[in-house]
């Protein structure tokens, strides 16, 4: 009778213990995730947010700035190219204006600002950390005669030289910085005859050119020493992009054009888009595929009555013979970008992919699960107490259980 009683009470005890394992399982990984949802804000996508703009690092690394909408302000990461994100961090001080992921090592993030007095005013800003913290550079950019720093408009870096960021601005022109002296030093690209530019972007092609889309037209440069007026068809394009030695540019007319010399001579490769009786066609955006140079994909707005809207958004696979309507633009995008061969676009309506969805990969149990791709230290630190507690109500020797067995 003795001996049933034992073999009874060991395997309610196991029975016990299994239970106890799971329920710690289940709500150390409930932690887990609670702690991804509040701490770290975790957004199911950025379709319905206030995004500025957004810069991708490779491996599926994007980063997204969001200001002044429904979710909180600050710097948001994906690992999945986009299907999910999370805040990381507050950003800089300051009303940011771009944002660019270092090359290399994707912890590093330069921002820049809105400008303002020069007693006043950090305009430049690094974080070292992914954007959880921010510092600004231990020099600024020279002002204005009227004691105004410019807002920074634009950053670049050179892949094939990743020390060097090139920072465009409203007003002062370009300049290169050297990021292994940590901002230290400066030079003015193209000297004190192009220290007026109103630059609205830079982009980095072959040969260490830079391309500075201005509002006086497209320039290049391919010491630093001076900037190079580039022939356009028609009027000054609206948006650019470039891989190895092919130049693309959109122009407000909608018209879409081919370079394959540097921007030197030009190809008209679209423009045969819907368009309204009652309403000016536009195109306002435009990316090329930096794995595939002959996936191209513009967006289109109308100009009613001098109000934008949304137009479509349309791509080629082969350099402009053949385009295919990828869908219609939620709100007027301000700027594509296409990243394992999907494309997305800003606007300001937030972040939207377009075309066929990417499914997220289901490699495991992780996945399965539904847990972060990327966790925190105090995730993991959650993840280890769990796993460890769990293993102790398993496997351990505890007081209690010795108790529950030498009773009666």
Same mark, same amino acid.
């Given at each position: 009778?003795?001996?049933?009683?034992?073999?009874?009470?060991?395997?309610?005890?196991?029975?016990?213990?299994?239970?106890?394992?799971?329920?710690?399982?289940?709500?150390?990984?409930?932690?887990?995730?609670?702690?991804?949802?509040?701490?770290?804000?975790?957004?199911?996508?950025?379709?319905?947010?206030?995004?500025?703009?957004?810069?991708?690092?490779?491996?599926?690394?994007?980063?997204?700035?969001?200001?002044?909408?429904?979710?909180?302000?600050?710097?948001?990461?994906?690992?999945?190219?986009?299907?999910?994100?999370?805040?990381?961090?507050?950003?800089?001080?300051?009303?940011? *204006?771009? =944002?660019?992921?270092? &090359?290399?090592?994707?912890?590093? @993030? #330069?921002? !820049? %600002?809105? +400008?303002?007095? /020069?007693?006043?005013?950090?305009?430049?800003?690094?974080?070292?950390?992914?954007?959880?913290?921010?510092?600004?550079?231990?020099?600024?950019?020279?002002?204005?005669?009227?004691?105004?720093?410019?807002?920074? *408009?634009? =950053?670049?870096?050179? &892949?094939?030289?990743?020390?060097? @960021? #090139?920072? !465009? %601005?409203? +007003?002062?022109? /370009?300049?290169?910085?050297?990021?292994?002296?940590?901002?230290?030093?400066?030079?003015?690209?193209?000297?004190?005859?192009?220290?007026?530019?109103?630059?609205?972007?830079?982009?980095?092609?072959?040969?260490?050119?830079?391309?500075?889309?201005?509002?006086?037209?497209?320039?290049?440069?391919?010491? !630093?020493?001076?900037?190079?007026?580039?022939?356009?068809?028609?009027?000054?394009?609206?948006?650019?992009?470039?891989?190895?030695?092919?130049?693309?540019?959109?122009?407000?007319?909608?018209?879409?054009?081919?370079?394959?010399?540097?921007?030197?001579?030009?190809?008209?490769?679209?423009?045969?888009?819907?368009?309204?009786?009652?309403?000016?066609?536009?195109?306002?955006?435009?990316?090329?595929?930096?794995?595939?140079?002959?996936?191209?994909?513009?967006?289109?707005?109308?100009?009613?009555?001098?109000?934008?809207?949304?137009?479509?958004?349309?791509?080629?696979?082969?350099?402009?013979?053949?385009?295919?309507?990828?869908?219609?633009?939620?709100?007027?995008?301000?700027?594509?970008?296409?990243?394992?061969?999907?494309?997305?676009?800003?606007?300001?309506?937030?972040?939207?992919?377009?075309?066929?969805?990417?499914?997220?990969?289901?490699?495991?149990?992780?996945?399965?699960?539904?847990?972060?791709?990327?966790?925190?230290?105090?995730?993991?630190?959650?993840?280890?107490?769990?796993?460890?507690?769990?293993?102790?109500?398993?496997?351990?020797?505890?007081?209690?259980?010795?108790?529950?067995?030498?009773?009666?």
């Amino acid at each position: 009778m003795h001996t049933w009683q034992s073999r009874v009470r060991t395997g309610l005890l196991r029975i016990i213990r299994s239970i106890l394992f799971l329920i710690t399982l289940v709500l150390g990984t409930t932690a887990v995730m609670l702690m991804g949802e509040t701490s770290g804000l975790a957004l199911a996508d950025l379709s319905n947010a206030s995004v500025l703009t957004v810069t991708t690092a490779g491996d599926g690394v994007m980063f997204a700035v969001l200001q002044n909408g429904p979710q909180a302000d600050g710097i948001y990461r994906s690992d999945d190219r986009g299907l999910t994100w999370r805040r990381v961090g507050a950003g800089p001080n300051g009303v940011m *204006t771009t =944002l660019v992921a270092h &090359p290399i090592n994707d912890a590093v @993030l #330069f921002a !820049g %600002t809105e +400008g303002g007095p /020069v007693t006043a005013t950090n305009n430049l800003w690094r974080s070292d950390d992914g954007g959880k913290t921010w510092h600004e550079f231990f020099i600024s950019l020279p002002a204005h005669p009227d004691g105004l720093v410019p807002a920074v *408009t634009a =950053l670049a870096i050179d &892949p094939t030289q990743p020390h060097k @960021l #090139f920072i !465009g %601005t409203a +007003g002062l022109g /370009v300049y290169l910085f050297d990021i292994g002296d940590n901002g230290l030093g400066y030079s003015l690209v193209g000297g004190v005859s192009a220290h007026r530019m109103q630059v609205k972007d830079l982009v980095i092609g072959e040969r260490n050119r830079v391309y500075a889309l201005t509002e006086a037209g497209l320039f290049v440069t391919g010491d !630093g020493q001076a900037w190079h007026d580039l022939p356009f068809p028609v009027e000054r394009p609206v948006d650019v992009t470039v891989t190895g030695n092919s130049l693309y540019a959109a122009a407000e007319s909608g018209e879409v054009y081919h370079s394959s010399d540097g921007g030197q001579t030009w190809s008209q490769i679209g423009d045969n888009w819907p368009a309204l009786s009652e309403a000016r066609l536009q195109a306002t955006a435009i990316s090329v595929d930096q794995d595939n140079p002959n996936h191209v994909v513009v967006s289109t707005a109308y100009n009613i009555g001098g109000q934008l809207v949304g137009g479509s958004i349309y791509e080629t696979h082969d350099i402009g013979r053949e385009w295919v309507k990828v869908g219609e633009a939620k709100g007027v995008i301000t700027q594509l970008m296409i990243t394992n061969g999907r494309v997305y676009g800003v606007s300001s309506t937030g972040l939207t992919p377009y075309g066929s969805p990417i499914q997220p990969a289901q490699n495991g149990i992780w996945d399965r699960l539904g847990l972060p791709a990327y966790l925190t230290s105090a995730q993991v630190l959650v993840m280890m107490a769990t796993l460890g507690l769990a293993s102790i109500i398993l496997f351990g020797r505890l007081e209690w259980v010795r108790s529950l067995q030498t009773s009666s």
